[in-house]
């Protein structure tokens, strides 16, 4: 059974950072899977926010280019988003995600706000 467990999530102030981590387990190939990082605010749809295939193609939301980075360490099933330079507008549930061919897997999502 596939999981994905998401932590790092926190309170926040605009301008400061954090760092999301996704653990995978039940993943036979982890190194197959596309990753990424969704989000949804309150009263808002989940959006994508970044996506990795291996660790040299990644793609961003245009909002976030130069102040997210998203990683990935196959040898331990798990993806990273280290957020710089947050906004109040960043505040939102984050969502790992992890994909190969029709085979889609959601974690719990964890809690970010942004807010002074």
Do not use: H
């Not at 102030?13 to 197959?32: D, M, N, Y």
């Not at 808002?44 to 102040?67: C, H, M, P």
């Amino acid at each position: 059974q596939v999981q994905l467990v998401e932590s790092g999530g926190a309170l926040v102030q605009p301008g400061g950072s954090l760092k999301l981590t996704c653990v995978a387990s039940g993943i036979a190939r982890f190194s197959v899977y596309a990753m990424a990082w969704y989000r949804q605010a309150p009263g808002k749809q989940r959006e994508l926010v970044a996506s990795i295939l291996n660790n040299i193609w990644a793609t961003y939301k245009d909002s976030v280019k130069g102040r997210f980075t998203i990683s990935r360490d196959n040898a331990k099933n798990t993806v990273y988003l280290s957020m710089n330079n947050l906004k109040p507008e960043d505040t939102a549930v984050y969502y790992c995600n992890a994909g190969v061919s029709e085979s889609v897997y959601w974690g719990q999502g964890t809690q970010v706000t942004v807010s002074s």
